[in-house]
């Protein structure tokens, strides 16, 4: 069968038409499948969805309780069936929740991946590699230039950094879903068992992640007249802040910054960057690539990003792809640190 006959780009996002169901719409639909809680993949207003447990959890803590009109939970494995085409969801190692969403009729498999990453990450179930005919990917970091390195290294570099400056307040710019509580899980796996301090934007989305089962330790919520106080102390905070007088009241704060854009340091240098660590939820150029040519796809549909580089590698590599140029994504979870608003978390 084509591929258009299961899967089509629309306005409000892709759409599966024999099942009637768009994935990660942009504007309210009757049925929606949300791959993860990211703002531009999970909006608010529609009227059934299915996503992950923890998704949905994410979803109703960020926008409440009434975020759609009927939740429909579907756990990682479980095969479900829409009109006759089997709907199921699995791992994307992306945040906690996350998933890529598989569809499958008639012999033919599409998977739409959503965002992901193949590094591990102590608070995502990891990557898992689902063999099908139609790969659905983005390509945020869909250029060469974009390596991640090991995420427990860039963590290392912090601790040695507090241990160099006693007294000075480190304050880390990371997205206050899924990075933070990364960085997190990652500074206790690397024996930093004092508290991580949070912003107060961060303690929502962080109270979800440990009330679904992720350990975190303390992570006290900073308070204002304290903050001249936290000599030596980790301190998470939306990139946003990093730039706010909130910054300032802060012992001689060394400015931090955990995304895969610090991969480039002139960024890094014109955002006032001191300490950049490359930390990046998504796939890099290496892993992109790895990872099209595990799931045997034949043909790659490019959501957003590097399309093009992306799109042209595909056609080196002998598969056929199409860049899909979808508008209103572009992570809230790696967004470039001057474009981010942080969520209304
Ligand atoms: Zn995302
Ligand atoms: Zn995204």
Redesign the pocket.
């Known amino acids: 069968m084509r591929p258009e006959e299961l899967l089509i780009p629309t306005p409000a996002g892709l759409y599966c038409p024999p099942a009637d169901v768009h994935v990660d719409p942009m504007r309210p639909v009757p049925r929606a499948l949300i791959t993860h809680g990211?703002a531009?993949?999970a909006r608010p207003g529609h009227g059934a969805v299915m996503a992950t447990p923890e998704t949905l959890a994410i979803m109703a803590a960020r926008y409440g309780e009434d975020f759609c009109r009927e939740r429909q939970p579907a756990a990682y494995g479980e095969t479900i069936s829409i009109n006759g085409v089997a709907v199921s969801f699995h791992p994307a190692g992306h945040v906690l929740g996350s998933a890529q969403i598989l569809f499958e009729t008639r012999g033919f498999r599409a998977v739409v991946s959503g965002?992901y990453k193949r590094q591990s990450d102590p608070t995502a179930a990891p990557f898992e590699v689902v063999p099908c005919d139609l790969f659905v990917t983005?390509a945020t970091f869909g250029l060469p230039v974009f390596r991640h390195p090991d995420a427990a290294e860039e963590v290392a570099k912090l601790i040695d950094s507090v241990a160099l400056f006693p007294d000075r307040a480190h304050l880390v710019g990371a997205y206050s879903l899924g990075k933070a509580q990364r960085l997190i899980a990652l500074l206790r796996q690397a024996g930093w068992d004092a508290p991580v301090h949070l912003h107060g934007a961060m303690v929502r989305v962080t109270e979800v992640y440990r009330a679904l089962g992720i350990a975190l330790g303390d992570t006290p919520q900073v308070a204002a007249p304290k903050r001249k106080d936290m000599a030596g102390a980790i301190v998470l905070c939306p990139p946003s802040a990093l730039r706010e007088l909130w910054a300032r009241k802060f012992p001689d704060p060394v400015t931090v910054a955990a995304s895969g854009w610090m991969r480039v340091r002139a960024r890094a240098r014109q955002k006032g960057v001191e300490l950049p660590l490359v930390v990046s939820d998504h796939a890099d150029w290496d892993d992109l690539r790895r990872t099209i040519l595990d799931t045997g796809a034949s043909e790659v549909w490019v959501t957003h990003g590097e399309e093009d580089a992306l799109v042209h590698w595909c056609g080196t590599a002998g598969l056929k792809a199409r860049p899909l140029r979808l508008v209103g994504?572009g992570?809230e979870g790696e967004a470039e640190p001057e474009a981010a608003a942080d969520a209304p978390a």
């Open positions: 990211h531009d993949h965002d983005e994504y992570d």
